[in-house]
């Protein structure tokens, strides 16, 4: 009786446990690879401190590991996060980038940058309140309009997306061109080529509370993917559940995007594939998203990287892969 | 379980008041009406889905609305008229959200609520569905599924919203015969809102008519079978009833 | 089971997380102590692969930047990047092409550095303001890094890697002199003052042109995104204007950056002389044209200039900013200061600071 299921559990270790390695062979590819020439013999040196070079030191520990770390935490925390809207509205479009969580945050960080200050700290707050604020926005729209379908979202996140950029030009309006818009612009765009170790232990603390509370709240994710009013016969209150999950979802794509700006897909697509390879949607399958989403992520860096001399935006690559996904599932309308 | 001169409704201005009924452990009660006569609403009141604007419901001594949700959630459980889940997930995934009452906060289902929900669908006569998609079940098969839930919320009193209204001829009756098995085998209690008074007098103890807004119960135990036939006749109109087989059927007589 | 081996890979991950940042806060004191003592060792290897180079100038240097950072340099740096057209322009203009190793983005789009110093093409590219490549910047190993102050994160963190940088921000005549100055200094240039020079004696020269004018020209400095963005009064084109004996239309709105105004607006300043910034998207085609310009003055006395673009952005303060200076002059008072005379000016300039000829042709406006 019990083979079917052991079959599964064992199915989804052996995918995990492979999607892990994959993603730790990318990881340690992505330390290998920047503009900084760093071997394999000096990382090793590096790690054992036996490194003679001050500088390639500094580079190792204060750009080339930040980075990666970031690029996975990102990958990780935008498609989990992405797994989890997607869950809780029971909708497959629901990633923060589409229903305008993003945006928000965007917006949120690009205020702060301009009337408050530019430390990373504040733009983390401004950064999760603007996100919040979309999401609730995006809730009340679709509460308003009483159609709980996966139109009155995306229409939603059209109007979130369009009230965020006035808000975005009318603060650009107010910045000071020469210092701020460039900061902004900057964000608008999305790259890994500012992270340092310094922005990366201030968000961390953040990410990690945010990822927590989603590992902790888990099951509640999962019976939440019901309707409410099932929900509420099984004894839990709904309302409070959601937000506090939402609450914490939003705090990890916060802490992401406010250091590497827009970067778009990665919520939408990893979510999709785990779910298709799973072919389940259980808390396992938002973890092996998360972990989809970082390999996606480490690979679009690297190639953001290397492909030209300068940088090229994440999010030229990241929409490269994911818009024509986007099409293919409107165009297939797959069973999700 | 008493019911005590419930009232409430939606904003969009359907009302229902006063309703009063009890309802007794191991007895199925059918709740019939004609479409919009409020069996939706009694149903969703009495699971604390609508807010009541007066009256109380009362299990013992206990108010029923003055325990929390979760509590509730232990004494009551709600079959809707189809399970709405929308991605990918496991029969057993599935029952084991009948645990969630049982759980704390940040708890998830152990091994032993694991093997509590395979003896539900093993209950049920469903086991060999446990690891199947419940997607890609019947619709027959899905309610089913979404009654081991019920069933594994452990509560003595099973509310279901046109469970079979979604199922062809022969799940119908399949259906029916499974809730009063495990209503009877169990002495749970359970009420069923449903179209077709067949199903009310095949397979309920008791029914619960509702017109005009208001209940008129029936004991098919004790009524007689004409008395039963007139009641019928108020609400769907001249009706008579045949019995064959020990079984009753129903059909128009003008 | 299933959950546990997730809850282990979680937390394998989370303490991997936390072990690498820990491992980076922890080191980074140290390693910032450690710089001061590297640097030493560090020069030591440089001195050893440049033997030729560096062994009079033991001398330390210290200025204090545009963030208003305190930087000491102690060798003559023999590897310069530039992240800012402007800087990158003065370093050519200091003679110090040879030392540079990088520059910013886009070298292509700038004429001076085909002209001037062709090598510069060839160098790595470092990034632009918006998109700056540390790792890349960091792999040249220069000994002096000079940014634009709006990455001052960036150079917080080159500085905090031990790399020597400063902040430059060359935003009107008078910050420009201080960049050139605060780079000639660290770099060892003596002979600066010479284009310093040249600014204060071509700046007089140009007020002795218009100095007994007292109805000056009216000008509108059109943009280079439109036709309808102009130079606000706190902008380095204001001053350009004025230096040059014009009145800018625009001088009421107190922007600090290029303002959009409306068409109306624009007829209501009815400019003298109407000037196109040099790397406008538009042509001047465009500007005479246009049917609602048509009863502008300087439309229909045939006064709408553009700005030369064989060179450099004349109008931004670049090294050769004067030339810029100087044209508009030559344009506004063309009886007094003769296009040719003008030609002649740029000729030398370019041949004295920049070491190329510059091609007269190309100056000589065709009305």
Sequence with gaps: MNNARKHYSMKSNRTNVITFAVLIFAFVLSIGVGKYSLSIEDITKVLKGTHENQMTINVFYMLRLPRSIMVVLAGIGLSMAGSVYQTLFKNPLASPDIIGVTSGANVGAAFSIVFISGNVLSVVFGAFLGGLLALSFVIGIVKFSRTDNVLTYVLAGIVINAISNGILMTIKYFSDPLNEMGAIEYWTMGSFGSITGEKLKIILPFFIIGMVGIFLMRWKIHVLSVSDEEVKTLGISVEQSRYLILLCSTLVVASVVCVTGLISFVGLVPPHIARSILKRNDFNTIVFSGLLGAILMILSDCIARTILPSELPISIITSFIGAPYLAFLVCTKKKI | MRINGISGGYSDGFFISDISFNIEEGKIYALLGLNGSGKTTIIKMICGLIKLKSGNITIGEKDLFTLKEKERAKLISYVPQSGTIVYYTTVVDVVLMGATPYLNMFQTPAQEHREQALECLEILGISELADRNYLDLSEGQKQIVVIARALMQKGTYMLMDEPESSLDLINKNKLMKKIREIIINMNKSCVISMHNPEYALNYCDRILLLKDKKITEIDLKTEDINMVEKKLSEIYGQVKILEYNQKYMLYYSD | ?367
């Design chain 3, 1 to 367: 089971m299933k959950k546990r081996v997730l809850l282990l890979l979680f937390t394998i991950l989370t303490m991997i997380l936390i072990g690498a940042c820990a491992k980076t806060s922890g080191d980074e004191p140290q390693s910032t102590q450690n710089v001061v003592a590297e640097e030493e060792t560090k020069e030591t290897d440089v001195q050893e692969t440049n033997e030729l180079t560096t062994t009079e100038n033991e001398q330390e240097v210290t200025v204090t930047d545009h963030l208003g950072r305190t930087v000491t340099i102690k060798n003559q740096p023999e590897r310069i990047v530039s992240g800012y057209y402007i800087s990158t322009s003065a370093l050519i203009a200091l003679g110090l092409t040879d030392k540079l190793v990088g520059i910013e983005a886009k070298a292509d789009s700038r004429p001076i550095y085909k002209l001037s110093a062709p090598k510069l093409l060839e160098l790595p590219n470092v990034g632009t303001a918006k998109e700056f490549d540390l790792e890349g910047c960091v792999s040249l190993a220069p000994d002096l890094v000079i940014l634009p102050i709006k990455l001052k994160d960036q150079i917080s963190t080159l500085e905090k890697m031990g790399v020597t940088v400063i902040g430059v921000n060359p935003e009107s005549e008078e910050l420009l002199v201080e960049m050139i100055t605060m780079i000639a200094k660290l770099t060892g240039v003596e002979d600066y003052d010479q284009l310093l020079t040249y600014y204060t004696e071509k700046g007089e020269a140009l007020e002795g042109v218009y100095a007994d004018t007292t109805d000056k020209p009216k000008v509108y400095l059109a943009g280079n995104s439109s036709m309808l963005s102009t130079a606000t009064a706190n902008m380095y084109q204001n001053d350009f204007i004025e230096a040059a004996g014009g009145t800018n239309v625009a001088n009421n709105i107190e922007d600090s950056y290029w303002a959009n105004i409306s068409y109306e607006q624009l007829v209501e300043y009815n400019p003298d002389y109407i000037i196109i910034a040099p790397e406008a998207e538009y042509t001047k085609e465009d500007v005479m044209k246009d049917s609602n310009l048509s009863e502008l003055s300087a439309i229909r006395n045939n006064k709408v200039f553009q700005m030369p673009t064989e060179f450099e952005a004349w109008d931004s303060p670049v090294p050769s900013s004067i030339l810029g200076k100087m044209w508009l002059t030559s344009i506004l008072y063309s009886d007094d200061y003769t296009n040719d005379s003008f030609a002649e000016d740029v000729y030398d300039f370019y041949n004295k600071f920049y070491n190329f000829d510059a091609d007269k042709e190309v100056l000589a406006i065709n009305e």
